[in-house]
């Protein structure tokens, strides 16, 4: 057993030792029955409990770590007698689980240790560099998002000339001149019909 094991361990040696001392609640030595009986479940029962809380970086329900440890010699055994990977409706039948606890688990036992942040990878000819210079950040472009959804619909209710009015000015970046002279109409008529269609969507987005 490696150092790194013994330091992780042995802190869990004082539980063991209050619960063997006489009068301790789980051992009662005047059943006359031998100490290892206890003894070694009790040992190997605080040994799993602690492999379990404490080596998976990342924190899953019980139950699902429980039925991800028994994934691993279960799949070796099915990958043997079949001659390939078994399939997670093979292993729910094998493991008398149902397939999506089974999936569940094999994401688990996926995540339980990630990489590292730091690891340099590379992809598609880019240079090779850190996990995470290639993680993406904050879009501001998603507080815009519930905007868009409202002033769809509320854009879609104007008149035609209205919307084509709109996307000149403001997509097209024309003057009200330029837009005048292509609808055919004053300038001063395109100007009413922005402050008529940008009042209508300001009084729907709003509302």
């Known amino acids: 057993?490696?150092?790194?094991?013994?330091?992780?361990?042995?802190?869990?040696?004082?539980?063991?030792?209050?619960?063997?001392?006489?009068?301790?609640?789980?051992?009662?030595?005047?059943?006359q029955t031998a100490f290892t009986s206890y003894a070694v479940p009790t040992i190997l029962g605080a040994l799993k409990r602690h492999f379990r809380d404490t080596t998976w970086q990342l924190r899953v329900p019980r139950r699902v770590q429980a039925l991800a440890l028994r994934l691993a010699p279960h799949s070796a055994g099915l990958t043997q007698r079949l001659g390939r990977s078994p399939t997670p409706a093979e292993l729910a039948a094998h493991l008398h689980a149902t397939e999506p606890d089974v999936?569940?688990?094999l994401n688990a036992w996926q995540a339980r240790y990630p990489d590292s942040l730091e690891v340099v990878t590379s992809s598609d000819g880019q240079p090779r560099r850190p996990l995470i210079d290639t993680l993406g950040g904050i879009d501001p472009r998603i507080d815009a998002i519930a905007d868009r959804l409202t002033l769809r619909p509320l854009l879609a209710a104007l008149p035609v000339r209205q919307r084509r009015i709109l996307a000149?000015?403001?997509?097209?970046?024309?003057?009200q001149a330029e837009i005048a002279t292509q609808i055919g109409v004053s300038q001063m008529h395109i100007s009413r019909l922005l402050a008529t269609a940008l009042t209508q969507l300001r009084t729907g987005m709003v509302a």
């Open 1 to 31: 057993m490696s150092g790194s094991y013994l330091i992780d361990i042995v802190p869990s040696f004082p539980t063991w030792e209050v619960r063997t001392k006489p009068g301790a609640v789980h051992y009662d030595p005047t059943r």
């Open 103 to 105: 999936a569940i688990a």
């Open 168 to 175: 000149m000015r403001y997509f097209g970046e024309m003057t």
